[in-house]
């Protein structure tokens, strides 16, 4: 099977594997989320990151400025930014935007930086309770704590599909399914997939010694989810690491939630229909043939 001959119904039922969970009510939802910001903030506090501010609505990631403050002498730091995909406010059906949690830090390689990422995820989920989640998801995240989160390269990752009836070419990014059959192949638990070509990582990766057509990265892939992570470190002597988390990613993973969409607190559809049902000439909604 290749990517391209993968029907668009395949991909619609071919997730990570069933997610147990249902959209929980909405307070129970605003708990589970306030709970993971501050189990990071927490997190970063004490691995002693520096917490930047940022614009409040970037369209763009917020790793050069985190680069900058490493070149001025901070060892590490971090911050939590907004992002405003081109359309969203147009697309009822998809978010409206999404929350990046981005740190970066001096002298760390590869591994080092999928431990951090590692360290996190079990950090934050080890502080929910079966209040918040249930019973359910918490004994299924005390199983994702007390486990081995494998680290697969690209290129082990393509060996391993290809004796489970995958055709996939180097260079190419793994599609949604393909994923899934990682994540069933590494016990239905996260898993990094790393060493990524350079073409699918962002310009500024470094890359491996004596490989030059991979880069210095990493993919944090999470069931339900899929990836939530995304890391590397950057070229040069000296130069830092990071990564950066979609917080809506890990708010679906901690749910055990099919659609990223049930982890809002605000969907972007209400807010259509509020917007929509408003008189015309209002602040909602302009006049037939405002400009």
């Known amino acids: 099977m290749t990517a391209a001959e993968i029907r668009p119904t395949e991909i619609r039922h071919s997730a990570m594997f069933q997610a147990p969970g249902r959209p929980l009510p909405l307070a129970r939802r605003l708990a589970v989320h306030n709970q993971v910001v501050r189990g990071i903030r927490d997190f970063f506090l004490a691995e002693q990151f520096h917490e930047m501010p940022v614009t409040a609505l970037a369209d763009h990631l917020a790793r050069v400025q ?7 002498g901070f060892n590490a730091v971090w911050c939590e930014s907004e992002i ?11 978010l409206r935007g999404f929350k990046l949690i981005e740190a970066t830090q001096q002298g760390l390689d590869v591994d080092g930086l999928c431990d951090l990422a590692e360290h996190m995820l079990k950090t934050v989920a080890g502080q929910l309770s079966a209040n918040l989640l249930g019973g359910l998801s918490v004994t299924r995240l005390d199983r994702m704590i007390n486990s081995r989160h494998e680290r697969l390269t690209y290129r082990q990752a393509l060996d391993i599909l290809a004796t489970k009836g995958w055709d996939i070419n180097f260079g190419d990014e793994l599609p949604e399914p393909a994923k899934a059959t990682l994540t069933r192949h590494c016990g239905n638990q996260p898993f990094f997939l790393t060493h990524l070509p350079l073409g699918l990582k962002m310009p500024g990766a470094a890359a491996t010694p004596g490989q030059p057509e991979v880069c210095e990265s990493f993919h944090y892939i999470l069931p339900y989810a899929g990836l939530s992570f995304d890391g590397s470190v950057r070229s040069g002597d000296e130069a830092p690491a990071g990564f950066s988390l979609d917080l809506g990613r890990m708010l679906q993973y901690m749910m055990g939630l099919a659609n990223i969409v049930d982890t809002l607190i605000d969907p972007m559809d209400r807010v259509v229909g509020v917007m929509s049902a408003a008189p015309a000439g209002t602040g909602l909604r302009r006049t037939q043939g405002a400009g």
């Open 66 to 72: 985190l680069e900058g403050m490493i070149d001025r």
């Open 84 to 94: 405003m995909p081109q359309g969203g406010k147009l697309e009822p059906k998809h």
